[in-house]
């Protein structure tokens, strides 16, 4: 697998390259957000938002537009940090520095597993009028593609792996917004409504007050 390290700091990129190395993957290390949109195409992003030449939400912003492929934020305490947890902006995960490297390892592992379906069949799933690829990470609802946020297509591919069965608030937390997350449980009732807006089938996401959501469609 190949991962994007943007990162400016040569001690740190270069344990970093070196860990990922051992561990199996294949590390490619940039130090600016020009050289970084320039090594795209990818399978995973490691972004270190305190780069030379770039605003680091900017250069997400960006990342997330030209590619697919999910992004773990890397901050620095006190600096990024709040402004991150303030505002949702459909980071795969973050790590604070200074992080063990075992916890990154950890943290790309888990990413890896919720953002990519294991067996070929699961990868493009049809429920109702509802097509989720989960090889580009798009939806269409009747043959058109919808735009959907990273949390947006996060939520219905959640739901849509058990049709039917309702799915709590906390899962989708664990699932979608990492376990270092401490908001509040009300945002993903915003998320919720502004998929089913998109979606265009107001009863296709049932909400269980108190609990979670259930997608109410048949495959
Ligand atoms: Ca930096």
Redesign the pocket.
């Known amino acids: 697998m190949r991962v994007l390290v943007i990162?400016?700091?040569e001690a740190i990129a270069s344990a970093i390259v070196t860990g990922l190395t051992r561990e199996g993957f294949t590390p490619v290390r940039v130090a600016t957000g020009a050289e970084a949109l320039r090594s795209l195409p990818t399978d995973f992003i490691l972004l270190?938002l305190?780069?030379p030449d770039r605003d680091g939400i900017e250069l997400f912003e960006d990342l997330r537009a030209a590619s697919s492929a999910p992004i773990i934020m890397v901050t620095?305490r006190g600096a990024e940090h709040d402004r991150i947890a303030g505002l949702d902006l459909g980071a795969d995960d973050y790590v604070v520095k200074p992080f063990g490297f075992r916890e990154l390892v950890a943290r790309i592992n888990a990413v890896t597993r919720r953002t990519s379906g294991t067996d070929a069949e699961s990868k493009v799933q049809q429920v109702g009028p509802i097509t989720i690829d989960r090889r580009t990470r798009t939806i269409t609802v009747d043959g058109a593609e919808i735009a959907c946020t990273p949390k947006e297509y996060g939520i219905l591919d959640l739901l849509a792996r058990d049709p039917g069965a309702v799915v709590t608030r906390q899962e989708l937390l664990d699932e979608l917004w990492g376990p270092n997350w401490f908001g509040s449980t009300k945002m993903i009732d915003v998320h919720v409504a502004s998929l089913r807006r998109k979606l265009g089938l107001a009863e296709a996401i049932e909400t269980h007050r108190g609990i979670g959501f259930r997608l109410a469609l048949t495959p």
């Open positions: 990162e400016d700091d270190d305190g780069l620095a």
